[in-house]
């Protein structure tokens, strides 16, 4: 019985023993793992220019979750350094599908939005509202148009959202702002025709023409501005429709059209004076020209809207209806081969271009009834 108890002991003893040098082969393992982590990350700091650059450390990559990421916060290279006398680099085509998207993003209008605030969020935004991506050439150039008249509150936070959405869509774009000079009724589609014709003035290598309301932001930015094959429809789910397109004719808030596409049609009309109509006769007149609506996803093309009352001078156009029945017979005619308008002043802000312009008054409506 001794001779049982006193093997089962010497067994337990020889189990201990191996479980005490196993815990200690382990923690010699971790010391000298936690001891290369150490040093590695104190070589950082002595390491210098070059080395830096090609070895960033670990945390200092951007959260490109936050659409208003700025610069070093954003995920998107900066721009080549060159000396003096050689000459530029000869940049790649930029990639389809551009690698630094977000997808699905957070969009409220609660916080202060100071231009100031957007401008510190946008370094690489030039004078005028002008970006090229450094480090891909991309196959468009962009011009960006919006209608507006009173809604400063507004641009700032369009601005601040979708400068970093359109540079990480790796975009070479321009932000042209449109504003109606007077308290007359407001014409959104005249003033995208002049949109058209002022950009194209400043640099007449824009092929691609996207024509936005300032009230309308983008909840993911692989919704990407770009032109096609045929016209584009790109806010097809409003929060204000519950996120359904509203009609299969709708052609609101943001679209796309390419140079030529744009020109096919004659532009938009110049005579809808007021709220409503002038979206469902560019339809029209895309149909008629044997063109057909393309779309994003609907997962995809959904947007945001800021409320708001429905300006001053913009009430509903009594004429809307009758207009819209007669695209076929007014579209050659009216368009942009007929726009006028005044220029009155050009401004080149830090952050878009605004163009204020006198596009005149609407005629005489005969009495109803």
Request: aromatic fraction near 10%; charged fraction near 20%.
């Amino acid at each position: 019985m001794s001779r049982l108890l006193g093997g089962t002991l010497e067994r337990v003893c020889k189990a201990v023993l191996l479980l005490c040098l196993l815990h200690f082969l382990v923690a010699v393992i971790l010391y000298f793992d936690v001891y290369a982590q150490h040093l590695a990350f104190f070589s950082r700091f002595g390491a210098r220019g070059p080395a830096r650059a090609l070895h960033p450390a670990a945390g200092s990559s951007a959260n490109c979750s936050r659409p208003n990421a700025t610069a070093p916060s954003s995920g998107l290279p900066e721009a080549p350094s060159v000396r003096p006398g050689s000459a530029a680099p000869v940049l790649p085509p930029c990639p389809d599908a551009p690698p630094g998207l977000v997808g699905r993003l957070l969009i409220e209008f609660t916080s202060p939005m100071p231009l100031e605030r957007v401008q510190r969020e946008n370094p690489g935004v030039l004078l005028g509202g002008r970006y090229s991506p450094p480090d891909c050439t991309p196959a468009q150039t962009v011009a960006v148009i919006i209608p507006f008249r009173h809604r400063e509150h507004h641009l700032r936070y369009w601005l601040h959202y979708l400068h970093p959405i359109l540079r990480r869509q790796r975009l070479r774009y321009g932000v042209y702002v449109i504003s109606q000079h007077g308290e007359g009724t407001f014409n959104r589609a005249k003033l995208l025709n002049v949109g058209f014709l002022e950009a194209l003035k400043e640099d007449a290598a824009y092929d691609c023409f996207i024509f936005s309301d300032v009230d309308l932001v983008p909840m993911d930015d692989r919704n990407l501005y770009r032109c096609g094959d045929q016209p584009r429809h790109f806010a097809i789910a409003m929060d204000k429709f519950g996120f359904r397109l509203p009609y299969a004719g709708y052609f609101g808030g943001v679209s796309g059209l390419s140079k030529a596409q744009f020109l096919r049609i004659n532009g938009f009309p110049n005579e809808y004076w007021g709220w409503g109509g002038e979206d469902d006769d560019i339809f029209n007149r895309i149909s008629l020209t044997g063109m057909k609506i393309s779309r994003p996803d609907v997962r995809i093309g959904r947007y945001r809207m800021i409320k708001h009352d429905r300006d001053k001078h913009n009430e509903p156009n009594p004429q809307r209806f009758t207009k819209i029945q007669n695209t076929k017979l007014t579209m050659k005619r009216d368009g942009i081969a007929s726009v006028r308008y005044q220029v009155l002043e050009v401004s080149r802000q830090p952050l878009f271009t605004n163009i204020t312009v006198d596009i005149g008054r609407p005629p005489s409506w005969p009495p109803r009834g």
